[in-house]
């Protein structure tokens, strides 16, 4: 049985800088454009069709009072029979307008091509019969009434124009039906200047088409960007009315065992369901962060040679575990090719795909191969699970979309991973691809492009992630923390004094000033937004006056500005492993036991 494939990932605009101090905690983002989908140029086409075809009565009056008066004025009394042919071939075309109106169709392709092929064909009629006056009331004898016959013809292409140039392609066809007679017969009319009037009109109708195509490629673009934005309107309030969902369960959960504390019961289960509510509740935040961060555009790639197959080994060393406790086989098969990516954004990539591949098998294995084929490498993550059917292609890169999951349970993941990296990917200009058999597995590729491999060492290693460093004796290191809301405040003191470090506190730029004036620090950790519109960077920015601090920490949980920070970042929610790791990797390398609380030795 053959793959279902569709591409998901267009080419969007590559911006290049370099990174400051990477970010502890923080993912790549960037913007991600919005496209139109098949559905949407449908919709596009069905709106264009709805204006085209809205004809009002007073306009259909108007052209049948018209026509009887150029029939009149221009057939009486020599070419009556010419008058009356012409007035029944234009009224036949009114009264199908009015007699068998199109209905808009429905949604789909079928429907809308057939409504459009019967739409263009009525106009098209409607053109040629009010054209073929320009031949059939046409007197080359009358000067006078050729003059006028001209002028009612312009006039007639100009509200024509008007009235239905809601579909251009149409009207291009039909501007030539209406005007081209009538310029015909000036061209061969004996008088001379006749001929020039002829030229008149041949280069109106020029004119026109051009008019027509300019303001109908507007008024298609005007109904994209609205369609576009009210899908926008309606991701955006599905978004947050999943994200509301998602972060009650847990939160409500969490007041239950608080409840059950309360009392008294201390059991481990307790606190150990407790901290599974946080988990599912942190991975929550994070998706979410992640998502913003990257439709926000708060982070540009940094492009450097990566090596594929320490790419490959990295990720897989995440999700090994997970594999082996459920019996599933990882397989890795790399070929030893260097690409051009981000390596921190292309191991997010992986790591999505991978756990989602994990995530939804339940037996067999998980394949993650590289390919080199031509320019590119395809990096593919093949799996033996459920599959995904043709029809949810789309579906499974929206934001909270869990196909096997319609409880919501969090223990499932959050439903953003596709999400991030069908932004990722565009941010890297790396397409991805889906191919599907239901019942037999996926495979989801992302193309590289490949690169030499480097002179230098390299570039493309990203540092192992650390260890707890649970069984260390930590020395009793002095940490200053500089945070304005007392309750997290509270918090973070109490974890680490439960790390046996000793902590002092401050809530101000200028206390925490004084404090690394009077007192040896060994690391600080500061908020950056801080009471009464002071940063948190002025303090990081104060600890390099003094030698002794060996680590300066910005805590945030908002959006960063667009410009390089030397210093480590940790978004909030802080998870205590990374920052326990950041301590250990800063503060063990140097002294290993820190100065006395106490003033500054002279």
């Known amino acids: ?305 990566t090596h594929v197959p320490e790419l490959m080994l990295r990720v897989s060393r995440l999700h090994d575990a997970t594999a082996r406790a459920k019996g599933l086989r990882l397989r890795l098969h790399a070929a030893d090719r260097w690409v051009m990516t981000d390596p921190m954004l292309a191991e997010r990539i992986l790591s999505n795909l991978l756990g989602n591949a994990v995530r939804y098998t339940e037996s067999g294995g998980v394949l993650v191969a590289a390919r080199p084929s031509g320019t590119s490498l395809r990096l593919q993550v093949i799996d033996s699970g459920i599959g995904i059917a043709p029809d949810r292609f789309d579906t499974v890169f929206q934001e909270f979309t869990q196909l096997n999951n319609p409880s919501r349970d969090p223990t499932q993941g959050t439903g953003l991973g596709l999400a991030t990296v069908q932004r990722l990917s565009r941010l890297l200009e790396h397409p991805v691809e889906v191919k599907s058999v239901p019942g037999k597995g996926s495979c989801f590729e992302v193309r590289l492009p490949l690169t030499p491999a480097p002179d230098s060492p390299r570039d493309g290693t990203v540092q192992p992630h650390l260890s707890q460093h649970g069984s260390e004796t930590w020395p009793a290191w002095q940490i200053l923390v500089v945070e304005d809301n007392e309750m997290v405040l509270k918090a973070l003191v109490q974890l680490l004094e439960n790390w046996n470090l000793r902590v002092t506190t401050a809530n101000r730029v200028h206390q925490a000033f004084e404090l690394m004036k009077d007192q040896a620090f060994d690391a600080v950790l500061s908020d950056w937004r801080l009471a009464d519109g002071e940063n948190g960077l002025d303090v990081l920015h104060g600890t390099l006056q003094h030698p002794d601090i060996r680590l300066a920490v910005l805590l945030t949980g908002e959006h960063m500005p667009d410009t390089p920070i030397a210093f480590p970042v940790l978004r909030k929610p802080v998870r205590p492993l990374r920052l326990r790791a950041l301590l250990w990797q800063h503060l063990s390398l140097a002294r290993p036991q820190s100065q006395p609380l106490g003033p500054k030795p002279p």
């Open 1 to 305: 049985m053959p793959y279902s494939t569709r591409w998901v990932s267009p080419t969007a605009c590559r911006r290049s800088c370099s990174h400051a101090w990477p970010c502890a905690d923080d993912p790549a983002h960037m913007t991600a454009p919005l496209t139109l989908t098949e559905q949407d140029r449908l919709s596009v086409q069905r709106e264009v069709l709805r204006m085209s075809m809205r004809t009002p009565l007073s306009s259909l009056f108007g052209q049948g009072l018209i026509s009887l008066l150029m029939a009149g004025y221009f057939g009486y009394p020599d070419h009556v029979l010419q008058g009356a042919l012409w007035l029944v071939m234009v009224l036949i075309g009114q009264t199908l307008r009015v007699a068998v109106p199109l209905k808009l169709p429905e949604l789909k392709a079928e429907a809308v091509g057939r409504t459009l092929w019967w739409h263009r064909l009525r106009v098209l009629y409607s053109a040629l019969a009010w054209g073929s006056a320009g031949i059939l009331l046409f007197d080359a004898a009358d000067a006078p009434g050729q003059l006028a016959l001209t002028v009612a013809m312009v006039s007639s292409c100009i509200a024509f124009s008007f009235s239905a140039s809601s579909h251009g392609g149409t009207l291009k066809l039909a501007l030539p039906l209406l005007l081209g007679p009538i310029v015909f017969s000036l061209l061969v009319s004996p008088q001379p200047y006749m001929w020039m009037l002829g030229l008149i009109g041949a280069s109106f109708v020029v004119l026109m088409l051009r008019l027509v195509h300019d303001r109908s490629e507007q008024l298609e673009e005007n109904i994209k960007l609205r369609i576009v934005a009210q899908r926008a309107r309606d991701e955006k309030q599905r978004f947050f009315a999943a994200a509301s969902h998602d972060l009650r369960q847990p939160l409500q959960a969490m007041h239950l065992y608080h409840s059950v504390l309360a009392r008294g019961d201390t059991r481990a289960e307790v606190v150990d369901r407790m901290g599974q509510c946080l988990e599912a509740l942190d991975r929550l935040l994070d998706g979410i962060l992640d998502i913003s961060r990257l439709d926000a555009g708060q982070v540009q790639p940094h492009l450097v040679p």
